[in-house]
């Protein structure tokens, strides 16, 4: 596995090949990413990797400083699926002066949810999976990158900023890999205490709760979420979480559904210090 630390080695080193196949990450790999690698393995002539803990998508409170950085696991992990190219570039590399011009994401977007509660997030990751995009894709003529459907916001902020700016590359999402008890992996789950861990499943089960009540709701939705969501707010509270949010959503933009659409729930919650999110796709009976 090559592993690249500037633009230039980079891009020297992909010119040979015709359709990249791209995983961005910021590092401390586990089960999940690697279940990314190998979705993208055979999309591609090369499979390329980055390592890049983005300052841009911090807020000022947030864990920049302690987001876990564990290089050389990362790369063993790497090499066990058979990844080609490793782009670990340090900061001065992917941002040699202040990133005045930033991509903005459509706030109708971006600005909820997620973005309510992190402002200005999607911008910076807007930004950066922007400049590793033209990092890896380059004078290629057509590629293809690949993010998990846990981060489900990002991803379809992700897909309208690849449409909208027509780039060459094919984005393809991977549904969330799971835990045996159902918790989405997350290199964040490494903060929880044993008893936290233990507790982490609610999130997840308190989305499967509220799914199922949307569902069984035959007319009129839109006039009963706002209780729903409400109770099962409450819920999580009850057991000493800190919820910012559990929703339905259409899956088309994340608006409030109207009937038909297909459906999406989504939450994220504070558990002690550990601020988890995940979400669930539900299917009509």
């Known amino acids: ?49 980055s390592i890049f803990v983005n300052r841009l998508q911090f807020l000022p409170h947030e864990d920049f400083a302690s987001y876990p950085r564990t290089f050389e696991d990362d790369c063993a992990k790497l090499r066990s699926q058979a990844c080609d190219v490793l782009f670990a570039p340090d900061e001065a590399e992917l941002y040699p002066q202040p990133q005045t ?11 909820i949810l997620e973005g309510q509660f992190r402002p200005g997030f999607f911008t910076g990751v807007s930004t950066v999976v922007m400049k590793l ?36 590359i094919d984005i393809i999402g991977v549904d969330t890999c799971r835990a045996a008890d159902g918790l989405a992996l997350s290199s964040r789950n490494g903060y929880l205490s044993s008893d ?26 839109a006039s009963q979420l706002p209780r729903m969501e409400a109770q099962a707010m409450d819920r999580l509270r009850e057991r000493g979480w800190q919820p910012d949010y559990l929703t339905v959503r259409n899956r088309l933009d994340l608006q409030a559904p109207l009937a038909g659409d297909a459906l999406v729930v989504l939450g994220a919650a504070k558990l002690g210090k550990t601020r988890l999110i995940d979400n669930l796709e539900l299917i009509r009976p």
């Open 196 to 221: 936290e861990r233990i507790e982490a499943v609610q999130l997840s089960m308190s989305l499967r709760q509220l799914g199922q009540e949307a569902l069984s709701v035959s007319n009129d939705l």
């Open 133 to 168: 995009f033209m990092a890896v894709f380059a004078g290629h003529a057509h590629g293809v990158a690949v993010f998990g459907k846990k981060d489900y916001q990002q991803l379809m902020v992700i897909r309208q900023m690849v449409r909208q700016f027509a780039l060459p």
């Open 101 to 111: 011009f930033k991509v903005l994401p459509d706030p109708a977007l971006a600005d």
């Open 1 to 49: 596995m090559l592993i690249a630390r500037t633009l230039a080695e980079l891009r020297q080193h992909l010119q040979r090949f015709e359709r990249p196949a791209f995983v961005p990450t910021m590092g401390n790999l586990h089960e999940g990413h690697l279940q990314l690698l190998q979705h993208a393995k055979p999309l591609g002539d090369v499979l390329v990797a």
